[in-house]
Nanobody, 125 residues
């Protein structure tokens, strides 16, 4: 089993920045991609960003240029740096791990094996 624990959420004003972290522990053997998703009340869980084991990243169109995903393999941690946040981005943000080839950057929830419990991000004035 792999455990994922997110942190860094909170209440911020529109236009502010926030950095989320997700630490992995447990049976983290092999290569795995890490992803961030978000889910607003009453809506589906949407893809935000993913980073492959090799370090290549993919983003949802809505966050390109504002969000940056990165990972520190020595710390088994993935980060999501978010800038210019908008009220509509208020959601619970989840990190996830997908074991597979080193080059993959999955964008579907079904492709991920493990999920964190989520961290709330609220963007409001």
């Amino acid at each position: 089993q792999v455990q994922l624990v997110e942190s860094g959420g909170g209440l911020v004003q529109p236009g502010a920045s926030l950095r989320l972290s997700c630490a992995a522990s447990g049976r983290t053997f092999g290569t795995y991609a890490m992803g961030w998703f978000r889910q607003a009340p009453g809506k589906e869980r949407d893809f935000v960003a993913a980073v492959s084991w090799n370090g290549d990243s993919t983003y949802a169109d809505s966050v390109k240029g504002r969000f940056t995903i990165s990972r520190d393999k020595t710390k088994k941690t993935v980060y999501l740096q978010m800038m210019s946040l908008k009220p509509e981005e208020t959601a619970v943000y989840y990190c996830a791990a997908a074991f597979g080839p080193a080059y993959t950057r999955p964008i579907l929830t079904s492709q991920y094996n493990y999920w964190g419990q989520g961290t709330q991000v609220t963007v409001s004035s």
